[in-house]
């Protein structure tokens, strides 16, 4: 079983800056994607950024510039930095990896609010 413990959420000004943590344990193989997703009352869960094990990365288009997603695969831990900061940035971000293209699992969700 693999298990995805997110850290790093919070209360943050508008133009701020925040980084999120994402541990995960158990057994993952060393070909997998780490992602963000987040999702706000209401609507549907939306990807925000993903990252492969070889460190090729990808943004929706409303954080491209000012997030930033890495990993460190020795600790099987994924970080999220996120920057300029906005109100539709409000959200429970979620830790999602998808080990060797089958297996499907989820962080527990930490929420970010941006407000002043």
């Known amino acids: 079983q693999v298990q995805l413990v997110e850290s790093g959420g919070g209360l943050v000004q508008p133009g701020g800056s925040l980084r999120l943590s994402c541990a995960a344990s158990g057994s993952i193989s060393s070909l997998n994607t780490m992602s963000w997703y987040r999702q706000t009352p209401g609507k549907p869960r939306e990807w925000v950024a993903r990252i492969t094990t070889g460190h090729i990365t990808g943004y929706t288009d409303s954080v491209k510039g000012r997030f930033t997603i890495s990993r460190d695969n020795a600790k099987n831990t994924v970080y999220l930095d996120m920057s300029s900061l906005k109100s539709e940035d409000t959200a429970v971000y979620y830790c999602?990896?998808?080990?060797?293209?089958?297996?499907?699992?989820w962080g527990q969700g930490t929420q970010v609010t941006v407000s002043s």
């Open positions: 999602n990896i998808v080990d060797r293209g089958v297996w499907e699992y």
